[in-house]
């Protein structure tokens, strides 16, 4: 991604500044002024944060924008932590030595230092360690003594992790209450109180970055004095749990100034510091300690005396070594030493970090705000930060077209993540704030869900309304010029963008005219000259297709194998025979590993042996690897997957060999999996025999049972071909290098070919025929079917693409293009698309599902329009 910015190769960071982005001047009026630690700010990310940039250089490669998920580690901090490590022996901290005594007194002084960072002291708080600020809260769930007559009480802003505590309170037959943040103050009055209850709420929403006060414990308390109905044991009825691990990165948490605090506050050290990671910390108001609900579960150093044969022990005096189970992190906390070391040294402390936080927040809100259409409406719809309330550095929103619309947010991540820009989208583990902010219900929510819809799938429009958001937030080290380019991303791709109106492509086979990206008015139909634009095609004669490569890909998301020029290759009632036959699974996961997440799957390269009924595997370094086509004479599990959201009945290859070749080649623990129908056997006498000798078969039943989705997709996504043209993709590698030749730099000197778009057929207009016209770029996306010899073919669609296709098919290399500029250039019905979906239309086939039907390269293609 080291050009992903779309900036000349040595541009410096001045230069960035000088020209960062390409708005007209009234969208960036009366911006607020951004505090950069007195001129500090850029020799910091410079020196400390060394991974926002080419190495050597001054030339960004990754505008960070998701802090709230986890902040950046400062290279001072991770260099000081290698040095003691390389030069101390942290140890366990229960022993007596030297090493281990040394590592105890870091851990106490660590506390202490956390204990200043929070503005609290050990004397009115304790620091208990966890693995994260989920297991904090958990603990807190865990110790709050609440009784059967009382309540667990969460805001509507709560993050998952505070909703889970629910179903620890309903174990303990204690009652649950939602609500919104303005209905505590009659929630904990003293008439509607009748138990011991939990009130948890976050002190920052993850979601929109609303803030909520600090003091409410102090609020609750006051309100049972006045009232005379103190609780007769030393604390309110009403314990008070407060979710600190995004606020607590951006702004000090002054616990000191409050004259009651919270009973518990838990946070997140990576998301203050970047690292250490697996770190969390409860902080537990010492006057709540002599009220806390006994501990069920001990373990490690957390007893003082304990029997072997009866129910006796006795826990420890501290509340630290009483809760921390087992042995603490202790090479992380000595890590956290050095991360608040660099913290004070580049930011002087959290107080001058926030100002400087807030004053980038303000300035990304009034530059997102400013960002219109032609005709005036907005660019971004924000959530939040209109009203009086306190917002932190979390930005919430979705885009608009010209016309209103809400722009799916799943494919403005995706283009984003070409464009080397790290943000976040979907619902953020924040059930309450999502339905609030975009405005749908629990009905509606658990109808998305029959639907199929889980949050972080790419379904993120429903009947036209968003289902999740796209969210940027920032640190202690973001920078101005990190707001300008993903505004300039905004404007070059989004700016005057109409979407089509809604249509469905594969049973009308009808292309809207294609839409503006550019910031300028005029309109993509003047570039291109395609169907997609009304225009005729430019010269006359009759349409001469021919069929230039037929491939197949045996293992899915591997390597396609190209058949030879002279060889037929069998259709069969799933397609091409062998494509797709083959998966490659995780132990630990049910849906098939996609090259888009293990990039190196594109260096297996699969080939076909007919004659010996074999698929060779070929990697780099690696001895090629046979793998049997004879269904029959396989060791098979039974297993399942998950193919686009649908469950698929498989078996997995059980052969220690394969697995170990795979592994190796991928770096990850991983086996072979195959639908035998789609390989060479007699699936009838086969089914009975693997009935009858195996038992990881599920009693009754063939292993051949139907699939949740339609039975002639075997492994494939949505169609049982993929066709794209030659002219096609040679109009779009015109594009690229077009706009590299422009200053836009978005070639990587790679010429993208029609293989990068892994077809099955390669298509391209025939050659020396007389009278024939040419094959217009895109000119597929008009046809309706198509006939290859006595076969039939309906255009089911446009290819609706992803990511994968920037992955270069022979060196594994990710690079920025082709999706990119197909983003801008190639969107129907909203989606970035190449090429076209192919189904045959229903013919004969024999009881083992082949056919007579062949293909070949050369063959002609009739077209139906």
Sequence with gaps: MSKSLGMPAKTNLSDQKARAVAIPEKQHQAAPSVDDYGGRLDAVRLSEYPQLFEPGTKRLKTVFLDHTGSTLCAASHTRATAEELLTQIPANPHSQHVASQWTHLKIEQVRDRLLRFFGTTAERYAVVFTANATAAIRLAGELTPMTKTGVFCYSRESHTSVVGVRNLAAKCDVAIRPIDFSDIETVVLPTNTHGTSLLAYPAQCNFSGQRFPMDVASKIDRLYKQSGDYYEDGHVPWWVLVDAAGYASSSPLKLDTLDVGPDFVAASMYKIFGAPTGLGVLLVKRSSIPYLKSKC????????????????????????????????????????????DAYERNFGSIDTASQHIQSITDYAVETLRSLSHDNGNRICHIYGHDDGSRWGPVVAFNLKDTQGNFIGHYEVERLAVMAGIALRSGRFCNPGASQKWLQFTTPDLMRFAAMGYVCGDDHDLVDGKPVGALRISFGAMTCKLEI??????????????????????????????????????????????????????????????????????????????????????????????????????????????????????????????????????????????????????????????????????????????????????????????????LLISDTSVMSVDMLS????????????????????????????????????????????????????????????????????????????????????????????????GTTQFQVSGPCRRCQMIDINQESANVLKEPFSTLARRMRVNGQVVFGIYLDKIDSSYSESGSTSAFIKSGQVVEITT
């Excluded at 072997?308 to 956290?336: C, M, P």
């Excluded at 052969?655 to 129908?677: H, K, R, T």
């Design 297 to 340: 579960y001990f373990g490690g150093g957390t007893v003082a005396n304990l029997s072997f044969d009866k129910r006796w022990q006795e826990f420890r005096h501290d509340i630290e070594s009483r809760l921390e189970d087992g042995t603490i992190n202790y090479q992380a906390i000595v890590s956290l030493s050095h991360a608040l």
């Design 693 to 788: 000798q195996t038992d990881t078969l599920s009693s009754g039943g063939s292993p051949f049972s139907p699939r949740s989705r339609r039975d002639d997709l075997a492994f494939v996504n949505e169609a049982q071909l993929l066709m794209v043209t030659n002219e096609s993709a040679a109009q779009v590698d015109r594009w690229v290098r077009e706009e590299s030749n422009a200053g836009d730099d978005s070639s990587e000197n790679v010429t993208i070919g029609p293989m990068q778009y892994r077809p099955n057929l390669v298509v391209r207009a025939a050659s020396g025929t007389e009278m024939a016209r040419s094959l217009e770029p895109f000119e597929e996306l008009k046809w309706t079917g198509l006939n290859i």
């Design 484 to 677: 300008d380019l993903f505004a300039k991303f905004l404007v070059r791709h989004y700016h005057n963008y109409t979407q089509p109106v809604p249509c469905r492509v594969e049973k009308e086979h009808k292309v809207p005219n294609m839409p503006r990206s550019h910031s300028s008015s005029e309109s993509i139909s003047r570039e291109l000259m395609s169907p997609m634009t009304a225009k005729e095609p430019s010269n006359g004669g009759d349409l001469h297709i021919e069929i230039e490569h037929v491939v197949i890909y045996p293992v899915k998301s591997c390597h396609g194998w190209v058949v030879s020029r002279d060889m037929a290759w069998e259709l069969t009632y799933y397609g091409l025979k062998f494509d797709r036959a083959f998966v490659i699974m995780r132990h630990n996961s049910s849906a098939p590993m996609q090259q888009k997440r293990y990039p190196r799957m594109a260096l297996i390269r699969p080939r076909i042996d007919l004659d010996r009924s074999l698929m060779i595997l070929e990697a780099p370094d690696c001895p090629p690897l046979e793998v049997s086509l004879l269904a029959d004479s396989m060791n098979l599990e039974r297993t399942e997957s998950l193919v686009c959201g649908n469950t698929v009945q498989m078996f997995r290859i059980v052969s220690d060999e394969i697995s170990a070749w795979l592994s190796s080649v991928l770096g990850v623990s991983c086996y072979l999996a195959c639908e035998p129908q």
